[in-house]
């Protein structure tokens, strides 16, 4: 059984960083893509981005691109979120998740998930 633990998340001001990790344990995810959604109150949950498992193809939604970064140290069996330049519209719920096959922006593929850890950008 596969866990996947965030942490990193908090209350920032609109321009600033935060940088999100989701360790993985019960066993190694170097073959597997992982990704980052988010769910804001009252909406679906979208994606964020996404890492194939040997770190070299990611994939970002368009909101977020040239702002946020995705990267993952097999080695220790975690991926990372670099947030920068923050919005108070990137204020939401923040899941990891991890698949057993290639890197895809659709929640559905995806066979394990973390509990989630808030992020909140004030204005």
Not at 38 to 43: E, F, L, N, S
Not at 59 to 79: E, L, M, P, Q
Not at 92 to 104: H, I, S
Request: charged share 20%; proline share 3%.
């Amino acid at each position: 059984q596969v866990q996947l633990v965030e942490s990193g998340g908090g209350l920032v001001q609109a321009g600033g960083s935060l940088r999100l990790s989701c360790a993985a344990s019960g066993r190694t995810l170097s073959r597997s893509a992982m990704g980052w959604f988010r769910q804001a109150p009252g909406k679906e949950r979208e994606f964020v981005a996404t890492i194939s498992g040997s770190g070299g193809s990611t994939y970002y939604a368009d909101s977020v691109k040239g702002r946020f970064t995705i990267s993952r140290d097999n080695a220790k069996n975690t991926v990372y979120l670099q947030m920068n330049s923050l919005k108070p519209e990137d204020t939401a719920v923040y899941y990891c998740t991890a698949r057993k096959g290639p890197a895809t922006m659709t929640s559905p593929d995806y066979d394990y998930w973390g509990q989630g850890t808030q992020v909140t950008v004030s204005s």
